[in-house]
């Protein structure tokens, strides 16, 4: 009477059990990511990586299927932010927007990080700034020669507009030292942040400013640029290029280096979620849509990859080491 | 005028734009009355949103939020000494007073009608100032901005109560407080180890801490905010009588306006400051100076106009230079780019259009804020009915979460936790809160701006001669205080004089 004997059920049983666990086994390994995203900006809302960030979310999350939520944890130079994320579990649902040079060796050498550059890996850094020499239109400044002649007769003949503990101030003393200029000579006006002291360099309240030239394409018609510490020529600045004037093995440092980067040991736990964010991440830095958005706000995609960006990093970390007297206090 | 009609045409061309108009100016209104949610934390998380909208009501959604958080944040200052945002600082001073008293309808309607009038003004004057002010705003030096810190400083004398020199000791405890930190030359002083204290003690937190939970602890044998019950009454006509009230007093705000707008234009500094030296310049000048600070309508009046008109002020510097004032003017340059507008110096040059269509639908603004802020500030007064032994508890978890809010982290609350001890004790032993949150607001200003003037003057005070800039402010800052210090006198003299009449009868007879 009964056509349900007990094999027939136990095969049913069996059978749905399977279906049901099938997916689950599967969802467990291949749904990453299920839930939103963090992406942690070690900085306050308005700045560049706030803006990176913010910019490239929307199509960040279109890609990978999940919303990504922006978390701004700014204070004392990205130090706060950068300890906060470390103390996110790896697990891929918090990722980083920074600027990974050169806030991280900072946070090391000079403010006692718990963490080293290791803890950190690049996904990919597309933002490369680099120290713009720079003076106001008006100025009577014409060129970088007259800069270095009235240097090298009296060190503090101008004043020079600056970021304490900086890459900026790192190139100020190399330049120097090439130039056989007075290091301690030098007049030196300390500015809280970027935006300062290029408004100051603008306007002539220093004789000449040296800040990430990136922030200053804005204000180009504002200011005369006198050297690019860089080994090519970057935003089309009519100005030259520090190895072309200090000869091709000049030192300097390179500036900002800005872009996403999770934890170091995220990518031994969960090799198949690294690879499907780096994946996500390399798509949309590479979308025509994405790279128009971007760039009309002065945004960069450039895609370098992990290899590429987690080198710069490294390198500009051990050139900040060099020079770690020059960035405790100016 | 080509640029004016466009602007028109812009602006009509859309009539769907404007249903983003009321939920803006609300949405401001709401986080801006939130103790320890700012302006640009409102304005940013709104940003992505206007991401799918078109240009026009994209614009129109952010300054909405703009300027209703810019009124916003006075609620709170009137009824609870709660400075939403360091703008309302001086709010606080007399506003509170005025609600205590059951004044909270007039206050809140002088409060709102003094905001309105401030944005309108400003934006008028924006009309016409856009151009030079930005080419002061690049040329304004270290040394400038000292004596504007110094400006501000003055305040200090008025703040001090009974005695003058608890006032000063309470004022450079503040400035210390406020050099916390690391300085702009890189050197880190007085943060005891904390890594939280790198950039200072958190402000928006010690002024709530100061302020507000100083005086709530002061409240506790007290059943209402408000003692006389008939006083605790909600009233339509009462705010509507403070609305008139404000206009009463044009003089206060033009000139509210007026240093609100110069002082907004300047980056960095903006309507933190404004406020402050509207009120201590309206104090110095009302000939019922001694009232200010228990309650007097007119410091309400100084503080508001200022501190709204500081948007039209800030938003010049964006048009006219295409840099930030603030982290607010920040979000809308974001805001511009997304619609591949970009900032700097040719902004305004090859955007005239937008740059007036804004201008307009700020007007427009300003005169919703008046109907919206009315009803919200209506529903906002019913906080005095809520009886205190609720009312505390609930704004102190407010402001703890508010406080966290600000720093992502404990640290926020616990500032406000140390700092309530801190302003509760000053109160209990007669020293002026508010003039230690003066120089903690303006200590670090002070301090950076000193720094960089010996830097590029090398110690020579000959520089000083090079900045006519700076003289010209500090003139007028000296005139300003010895024209009230005179008048002032003068009066003093004409009121003994009818004294010493009213005394001896056989002298008044002649």
């Known amino acids: 009477m009964n056509k349900f004997n007990r094999r027939t059920v136990l095969k049913i049983a069996g059978g749905v059990t399977a279906a049901l666990a099938t997916p689950a086994v599967l969802r467990a390994q291949e749904a990453y990511p299920s839930r939103p995203i963090n992406m942690v900006v070690p900085f306050d809302t308005g700045g560049y990586n706030d803006r990176l960030a913010r910019a490239f979310a929307p199509f960040l999350q279109e890609t990978i299927g999940q919303p990504i939520v922006i978390v701004n944890r700014g204070g004392a130079g990205a130090m706060l932010g950068h300890t906060y994320f470390m103390q996110q579990p790896d697990d891929g649902y918090t990722i980083l927007c920074t600027s990974a040079a050169p806030y991280i060796p900072l946070n090391i050498l000079t403010q006692n990080a718990q963490f080293k550059i290791d803890d950190f890996s690049m996904i990919n850094l597309p933002s490369r700034d680099y ?105 089309g600045w009519d100005a030259p290029v520090i190895t072309d004037l200090s000869g091709p093995d000049a030192q300097f440092v390179s500036g900002s280096q800005r872009g996403w980067a999770v934890h170091s040991t995220f990518i031994e736990k969960h090799p198949d979620r690294y690879a499907t964010l780096l994946n996500a991440i390399e798509q949309t830095s590479k979308d025509p849509k994405v790279i128009e958005s971007l760039k009309g706000q002065k945004l960069a995609t450039d895609w370098f990859g992990p290899d590429v960006s987690n080198k710069a990093l490294v390198n500009t970390g051990k050139v900040m080491e060099q020079h770690v007297e020059l960035l405790k206090g100016t | ?201 958190p402000t928006i937190p010690a002024m709530m801490g100061l302020l507000a939970a100083s005086q709530l602890l002061n409240l506790i044998n007290t059943t209402y905010l408000i003692e006389s019950e008939e006083a605790r009454k909600l009233s339509f006509a009462k705010i509507l009588g403070g609305v008139k009230l404000a206009f009463q007093y044009p003089t206060i705000i033009l000139r509210g306006a007026t240093i609100g707008v110069i002082i907004g234009a300047i980056p960095g500094v903006g309507s933190s400051i404004s406020n402050l030296i509207s009120y201590s310049e309206t104090k110095r000048n009302a000939p019922d100076g001694d009232t200010f600070g228990t309650g007097n309508p007119k410091g309400v009046i100084a503080a508001e106009a200022a501190n709204s008109s500081s948007e039209g002020g800030a938003m010049a510097t964006m048009f006219a230079l295409g840099i930030p004032g603030g982290g607010a003017t920040a979000i809308l340059l974001a805001a511009f780019a997304m619609h591949n507008l970009i900032g700097g110096p040719q902004f305004i040059a090859e955007n005239k259009t937008v740059v007036y269509a804004i201008i307009f639908s700020n007007f427009f603004q300003a005169i919703c804020l008046l109907f919206v802020g009315l009803l919200f500030v209506y529903l906002a007064a019913a906080i005095v009915r809520v009886p205190l032994r609720f009312l505390i508890p609930s704004v102190l978890v407010v402001s703890t979460f508010g406080a966290f809010a600000i720093t992502n982290s404990l640290a926020g609350p616990m500032t406000l936790f140390i700092f309530a001890i801190i302003g509760w004790a000053m109160v209990r032993y007669e020293y002026p809160v508010a003039a230690a949150v003066v120089g903690l607001l303006l200590g670090g200003l002070l301090e950076q701006n000193l720094i960089r003037t010996w830097q590029i003057s090398r110690g020579e005070f000959g520089y000083i001669l090079e900045r006519p800039g700076a003289i010209f402010i500090f003139m007028l800052m000296v005139g300003s205080l010895a024209i009230t210090t005179i008048g002032k006198r003068r009066r003093l003299r004409r009121e003994k004089l009818m004294e010493q009449r009213a005394l001896s009868p056989d002298t008044a007879g002649d």
């Open chain 1, 131 to 235: 120290t713009l020499m720079a003076t106001s239109a008006d100025s009577e400044i014409e060129n970088i020669e007259q800069v270095i002649e009235q240097l090298q007769a009296d060190a503090g003949a101008l004043s020079i507009g600056i970021q304490p503990a900086s890459a900026d101030l790192v190139n100020v003393m190399l330049f120097a030292d090439a130039n056989g200029i007075d290091r301690a000579g030098l007049r030196l006006v300390t500015f809280d942040g970027g935006g300062p002291a290029r408004n100051a360099t603008a306007g002539g309240v220093v004789d000449i400013g040296m800040v990430g030239g990136q922030g200053f394409i804005p204000l180009a018609s504002k200011v005369r640029p006198l050297v690019v510490f860089d080994d090519a020529p970057r935003d």
């Open chain 2, 1 to 201: 005028m080509a640029d004016l009609i466009a602007a028109y045409d812009l602006l009509t061309s859309s009539a769907s734009a404007w249903i983003y108009l009321i939920p803006g100016l609300i949405v401001g209104l709401v986080f801006g009355s939130m103790p320890g949610i700012s302006i640009t934390m409102a304005m940013a998380i709104f940003l992505p949103v206007t991401l799918y909208m078109d240009f026009l009501p994209a614009i129109i959604f952010l300054t909405s939020i703009y300027t209703g958080a810019g009124f916003g944040g006075s609620i709170p200052a009137i009824l609870m000494n709660i400075p939403g945002t360091s703008s309302a600082v001086a709010t606080t001073f007399d506003g509170y007073p005025m609600a205590r008293a059951g004044k909270h309808n007039e206050a809140l309607g002088v409060a709102l009608a003094s905001s309105v009038t401030g944005t309108l003004l400003s934006y008028i004057l924006l009309l016409f100032l856009v151009v030079p002010v930005s080419i002061v705003v690049l040329k304004l030096g270290p040394l400038e901005m000292f004596v504007v810190a110094i400006w501000g400083m003055s305040l200090l004398g008025s703040l001090s109560g009974q005695s003058v020199w608890r006032g000063l000791l309470a004022g450079v405890f503040g400035i210390l407080l406020g050099t916390i930190g690391m300085n702009t030359a890189g050197f880190v002083r007085g943060t005891m180890g904390v890594p939280w204290l790198l950039d200072g003690v």
